[in-house]
């Protein structure tokens, strides 16, 4: 069977797809609207000086936290309305995630991509009723999937009609409280015909690595970054924070955000170069 094309899309006038290399980036949860807009309006900026695509992100709703105790964000009502004050100052793109098939609908009409989240890419009913909404959907692969088989998670996507499908390498269970990436996984994803975004900040998470939360190690973002545009991802996706030591959520494996312009900028320029024909 032929692959299908990859979809080209374009979010409020800018193109996001295999076409033109994006990035995805903003704190993991929103901890206020003050400091979701500040982060935003930095993006916003970093966006504009590195003529980069860039898509805001941040959860309203962590609901796959290690401990009962853990910050899971502000709900999906003041969360969706924090996330439409972003989109009405700065103009950016907006992606969440959604946790269950009833947050479909009302988290279609502020975003312009839809997130599955790792632990959930093989819930029929969340990814059909994501789909429904005509929205991209950004489906993340679970760590204990392999890269070939979300090709069933795309089929459900593509089931409804929707084919605006991205997929996101976030690294693969190892042993306990690990990840490592598979840079083969890229190609392997692409092959299904969906643009693949790579995770640099989940992949080195540590899941569960400070018991009753996880750990990670920031230090290796940067590679990894640079080894996956170059290994041919489409795209980036960064939880970035002002002091993640700070953060109320996933603060270990967030780029510090006076780090993010740098590493884009050489981003962009390893993508021009990993993309030109032999």
Known sequence: MDT??????????RPFGPSQFFVIAGPCVIESEELTLAIARELKAISQRLDLPLIFKASYDKANRTSLESYRGPGIVKGLEIL??????TGLPLISDIHTPAQAAAAAEVLSVL???AFLCRQTD????AAQTGKVINIKKGQFVAPADMAQAVAKVRATGNQQVWLTERGSSFGYNNLVVDMRGIPIMQGLGCPVVFDATHSVQLPGGLGQMSGGDRRFIAPLARAAVAAGADAVFLEVH?????ALCDGPNS???DRLEGLLGRLK???????QKD
């Open 4 to 13: 299908p094309p990859a979809a080209s899309l374009t979010l409020q006038g």
């Open 84 to 89: 439409a004050r972003v989109g009405r100052e």
């Open 269 to 275: 320029a390893l993508y021009a170069l990993a993309r």
């Open 115 to 117: 997130q599955i989240p």
């Open 255 to 257: 780029l510090p955000l």
């Open 242 to 246: 002002p002091d993640p030591d700070q």
């Open 126 to 129: 969340l990814l059909t009723a």
